[in-house]
T-cell receptor, first 111, second 112 residues
Framework: GQNIDQPTEMTATEGAIVQINCTYQ??????LFWYQQHAGEAPTFLSY????GLEEKGRFSSFLSRSKGYSYLLLKELQMKDSASYLC????????????FGTGTLLAVQP | DADVTQTPRNRITKTGKRIMLECSQT?????MYWYRQDPGLGLQLIYY???????NKGEISDGYSVSRQAQAKFSLSLESAIPNQTALYFC???????????FGPGTRLTVL
């Protein structure tokens, strides 16, 4: 079967660092995406990993280990506006480009 | 201007009514998708299309139909709406080297 697991909720403090984990079991692997979604709004693309290692983009970084079926999203220098859901999504192998989404991690940033 | 637009943004309708949700994009992408999102369930794929006239079922296609008459437009229909179709509906397009999906602003549909 196909499964993506993320923590349901996390809380962190403004200015701190938070790591959101994602583990996956899918039939084939052709990339992992992280999206940010504020309540009632569209998911917005944050990062893409297809090879093992760390991808850094400003305050956000994403890590992938394909052998462990594991990824994390690292958010540095947290700001109040980072309070949102963070969705992990995996693309399976093949031409369909279908994404399997996790249910998301709701991050609350406190002052 | 937004690259992916959806109309309407909000809709309240009654059980049994036919509803059409529209999606348009200016990104020039060939691939388009319709998802629904329910609290605690994540995004579920309804239908997807790789080109004009190409239609493929997703995980939860029952009760829905789609039309792709032009590259830039992908519409979703509920032939006879029922209350458990109350949800947030998103259209997405994909393209480029990584086939990243980009989402429209969503349509909040309520079926009474």
């Amino acid at each position: 079967g196909q499964n993506i697991d993320q923590p349901t909720e996390m809380t962190a403090t403004e200015g701190a660092i938070v790591q959101i984990n994602c583990t996956y079991q899918t039939s084939g692997f052709n990339g992992l995406f992280w999206y940010q979604q504020h309540a009632g709004e569209a998911p917005t693309f944050l990062s893409y990993n297809v090879l093992d290692g760390l991808e850094e983009k400003g305050r956000f970084s994403s890590f992938l280990s394909r052998s462990k079926g594991y990824s994390y999203l690292l958010l540095k220098e947290l700001q109040m506006k980072d309070s949102a859901s963070y969705l992990c999504a995996v693309k399976g192998r093949g031409a369909t480009n279908k994404l399997i989404f996790g249910t998301g991690t709701l991050l609350a940033v406190q002052p | 201007d937004a690259d992916v637009t959806q109309t309407p943004r909000n809709r309240i309708t009654k059980t049994g009514k036919r509803i059409m949700l529209e999606c348009s994009q200016t990104k020039g992408h060939d691939r388009m998708y319709w998802y629904r999102q329910d609290p605690g369930l994540g995004l579920q794929l309804i239908y997807y299309s790789f080109d004009v006239k190409d239609i493929n079922k997703g995980e939860i296609s029952d009760g829905y139909s789609v039309s792709r008459q032009a590259q830039a437009k992908f519409s979703l229909s509920l032939e006879s709406a029922i209350p458990n179709q109350t949800a947030l509906y998103f259209c997405a397009t994909a393209g480029g080297r990584t086939d990243t999906q980009y989402f429209g602003p969503g349509t909040r549909l309520t079926v009474l």
